[in-house]
């Protein structure tokens, strides 16, 4: 079954059986934007802090950079002299911690993949050269194939250099003699077509001359002379056997001018498998702002790019690994070529994402085609994840609540997520602010400051998230905001979540909330009058209902309508009656 892993890529590739996987495609979070000084910046030495930009992606040296670095001496004896080599002419800098925790993966990656797989590592070149002098370290120097160079981008507006529009994809193998690989062709342009498939035969074909000799003597069969020509005499060879060569005049495939000329291979265009692609990839282009598979997410490669590596170097059945997952478009492009995979990624908004690209892609049953680890099953794992790492409980707290996190770290403002939900009879959306807080210290003041965050931000509700269990002065203070929401539907305004809680199947309460669909995206065709109104009590249903007779073709299992849930909603009508046009 596929999986997907939340986690430490390095903790789960130790985990994983050696030579299990056909084919790894990484991406490595490095921010192909930052000032290459900056990269190379110590903290004593580094530049200054107007030159200093925050980014994400970045791995900066410290205690985990110097261990990776150490693992790496015992774990690869070669790779381990490169890394000191390095060190001692880079330091403590923000490159040589990059380098350091690649090369531990690296190790492991090839100790993961299997005897006739293939690696590629997607890169830029501000560090290719030094993550190429890794790989052939680990791999062996026989073992890489190919520089791929991507162009990433038309244009980029550089005043001082030569604009940087591509991107570095190193191709190993970890057998240089024995690898999957099914050669990759590209359709002929209508230029290359009118230029080389000039003539017509009578049926209508179309077809050029190709050359039948390549440059060089060789002696044995492809030296022989063939139907009086010479081939050694003008300095080259056969490329084809000469028995072939006999099989191909036979059936009409060689030409051989009447002038005495040399013979010439007749090539049919509908019998092309197109141009035979080369090391240099300009013909997919970047996603752009209105490209319909964006996701919004940084790094994001198109999926045309992982689909032409997919089929390249592995075959249906196969399993592809991508240990630097982010929103998935390896793992989709596996999918979609019928090949087993496996993601991982650290951040669980990466996995919030891939689960919800391949249900949108391929439908709601490809939930039961994988499995997800490393996920939060119970409070104690809850707790774990909260202690490993603060910030990714924080994301996983506000998606268990339906809600969406902050998308970057840095100073909050008291607001670590936000809920966005729909009440009937108001068409804007409305909003709950999440507050995740943890620790022994927890107490009345989160509730106050919570009580300002929501005054502040204008919201509806606030939500506070807490390891334990509140206090009873933390619930007091929370009741005595009082509640909100229709008379046949009030809540609290202030809810408290302990983390045993979001494990329920419903945490907080909303108010009077309905599904959006039919509600929100459907335009009103007449717009209602303003009026004074009033609160009816009965209620009224917004989603259409099948009459009897045209409800009788179908079984209660086939009928179209979704299902609709039971709620109590608020219903407004015009105190005064509409007149009639006479």
């Given amino acids: 079954m596929n999986q997907l892993h939340f986690g430490d890529n390095l903790d789960v590739l130790r985990a994983m059986p050696a030579e299990h996987v056909d084919l790894i495609y990484l991406d490595p979070p490095f921010n192909s934007n930052a000032d290459y000084n900056l990269l190379y910046g110590t903290k004593r030495g580094g530049p200054s802090q107007a030159q200093a930009h925050a980014f994400e992606d970045m791995w900066q040296w410290g205690p985990d950079s110097q261990k990776a670095l150490e693992e790496t001496a015992q774990r690869h004896l070669q790779a381990g002299t490169l890394l000191d080599g390095l060190h001692k002419v880079f330091g403590d800098s923000n490159i040589m911690a990059y380098l350091a925790m690649m090369a531990i993966r690296l190790v492991e990656l090839r100790r993961v993949l299997k005897s006739q797989g293939t690696l590629y590592l997607h890169c830029d070149p501000t560090a290719s050269h030094y993550l190429k002098a890794l790989l052939d370290t680990i791999f062996g120097g026989n073992c890489f194939l190919s520089e791929v160079i991507w162009k990433r981008t038309g244009t980029y507006s550089s005043a001082k250099r030569w604009g940087p529009v591509h991107d570095i994809i190193l191709f190993y193998a970890k057998n240089g003699n024995d690898y999957v690989w099914n050669r990759p062709f590209a359709p002929h342009s209508e230029k290359h077509l009118a230029a080389h498939y000039r003539k017509v035969t009578a049926e209508g074909r179309r077809y050029e001359h190709g050359e039948l000799t390549g440059a060089g003597i060789r002696h044995g069969r492809s030296g022989m002379q063939w139907r009086g020509f010479d081939v050694t005499s003008i300095g080259r060879h056969w490329t084809t056997t000469i028995d072939r060569l006999d099989e191909l005049f036979a059936h009409g495939r060689i030409y051989i001018p009447e002038d005495g000329g040399w013979p010439r291979l007749v090539r049919y265009v509908d019998e092309s498998k197109g141009r035979a692609i080369g090391d240099v990839w300009d013909d997919i282009p970047p996603i752009n702002m209105r490209a319909h598979e964006r996701l919004g997410y940084p790094t994001q490669k198109p999926l045309a790019l992982l689909e032409r590596i997919v089929e390249a170097s592995s075959n249906e059945g196969d399993t592809v690994l991508d240990p630097f997952c982010g929103c998935g478009t390896a793992i989709e492009a596996a ?118 965050v929501v005054a502040r931000e204008k919201a509806e509700l606030g939500v506070l998230v807490c390891l334990d269990t509140p206090t009873r002065a933390m619930t007091r203070e929370a009741l005595s905001e009082g509640q909100i929401g229709p008379p046949s539907r009030r809540v609290a305004k202030l809810q408290i979540v302990p983390v045993d809680k979001l494990f329920e199947p419903h945490p907080i309460e909303l108010p009077g909330m309905l599904d959006p669909p039919d509600l929100v995206r459907t335009p009103l065709r007449i717009p209602p009058k303003r009026s004074k109104k009033y609160v009816e009590g009965q209620g009224e249903l917004l989603l259409p209902i099948l009459g009897e007779a045209a409800g009788a073709a179908y079984s209660d299992k086939e009928r179209p309508n979704r299902s609709i849930r039971k709620i109590d909603i608020e219903v407004t009508r015009p105190t005064r009656p509409t007149r009639s046009k006479p």
Avoid: C
């Fill in 335 to 452: 999918q979609k070529l019928k090949r087993r995979w496996i993601g991982i990624d650290v951040t669980y908004l990466a996995v919030h994402v891939i689960e919800g690209r391949l249900k949108k892609v391929f439908g709601a049953a490809i939930e039961n085609s994988y499995s997800v680890f490393g996920r939060p099953k119970d409070t104690d794992d809850a707790r774990a994840l909260a202690a490993r790492d603060w910030l990714e409980f924080q994301k996983w707290a506000v998606f268990m609540l339906g809600g969406l996190p902050k998308d970057r770290p840095g100073p909050d403002g008291g607001i670590d997520g936000v809920i966005r939900y729909h009440r009937v009879g108001i068409e804007q959306p409305n909003r709950a602010v999440v507050s995740v807080k943890g620790g022994a210290n927890t107490g009345v003041d989160a509730v106050h400051k919570l009580k300002s």
